[in-house]
Nanobody, 124 residues
Framework: QVQLVESGGGLVQAGGSLRLSCAAS????????MGWFRQAPGKEREFVAA???????YYADSVKGRFTISRDNAKNTVYLQMNSLKPEDTAVYYC??????????????????WGQGTQVTVSS
């Protein structure tokens, strides 16, 4: 069992930056593919970014070039650095962990564990 706790959300003006953190429990963090998803009001939860065990990164087209995902296995933490934020980035952001990666890093069904989410609000 893995528990995930997100932090770092908040209110920021358009063009600003935020860094989200996701702390994971357990001693096998380094063996998990980690992902970030987001859900805006009235919309489905969507893929944002993922990072593999080897450190390979993947991004949704909507955030490519603005967001950066990284991980620190010594701290059992994954990060999402968000720059040049736009009002359309407003959503609850969720961290997710995938124990048995099968290639569908962009799919919610790929992930086994989820955090409770952290709100990000970008004002125009």
């Amino acid at each position: 069992q893995v528990q995930l706790v997100e932090s770092g959300g908040g209110l920021v003006q358009a063009g600003g930056s935020l860094r989200l953190s996701c702390a994971a429990s357990g001693r096998t963090f380094s063996s998990y593919t980690m992902g970030w998803f987001r859900q805006a009001p009235g919309k489905e939860r969507e893929f944002v970014a993922a990072i593999s065990v080897s450190g390979r990164t993947y991004y949704a087209d909507s955030v490519k070039g603005r967001f950066t995902i990284s991980r620190d296995n010594a701290k059992n933490t994954v990060y999402l650095q968000m720059n040049s934020l736009k009002p359309e980035d407003t959503a609850v952001y969720y961290c997710a962990a995938d124990r048995y990666y099968s290639g569908s890093y962009f799919s919610r069904d790929e992930y086994d564990y989820w955090g409770q989410g952290t709100q990000v609000t970008v004002s125009s």
